[in-house]
């Protein structure tokens, strides 16, 4: 697979650009409403991706080697399933054809964020899979 083909595997659901909380006991990840602070949210994706890792130094950069041993991806993630053998969801802008679908869908986090200092309208809520 090519670079360019790996990158088209993301539909830019901005999912994995959320922070995070884990659970020490259960070591179970809750998906909070607060993006990251490079995340555009308007478009759903990283407004400075060539430069991402330098900006946000917790930043993971998916590889086909460790995309497996990142348990917060979210079930609906593309390299997430095919790293686990399945297919990917109609709605996959490579299957649908438009990058769109992913919004319409529902599966995206499209206007439903805030900026990282938004404590007021910050809450947690815990991803289940939705396809
Ligand atoms: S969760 Fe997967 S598909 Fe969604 S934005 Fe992140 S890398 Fe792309
Ligand atoms: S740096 Fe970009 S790709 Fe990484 S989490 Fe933030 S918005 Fe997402």
Redesign the pocket.
Known sequence: MTDAEWESLCDGC?L??LNKIEDEDSGEIFYTNS?????DQASCR????VN?AA??P???QLTAANVESCAWLPDSCAYRKLALGKDLCDWHPLISGRAQAVHEAGISMLGQMVPDEDHDDFHIFQFLESS
């Open positions: 901005a994995c650009c993006a990251c602070e490079l995340l990283c407004s400075d991706y991402r900006k946000v917790d930043c993971v």
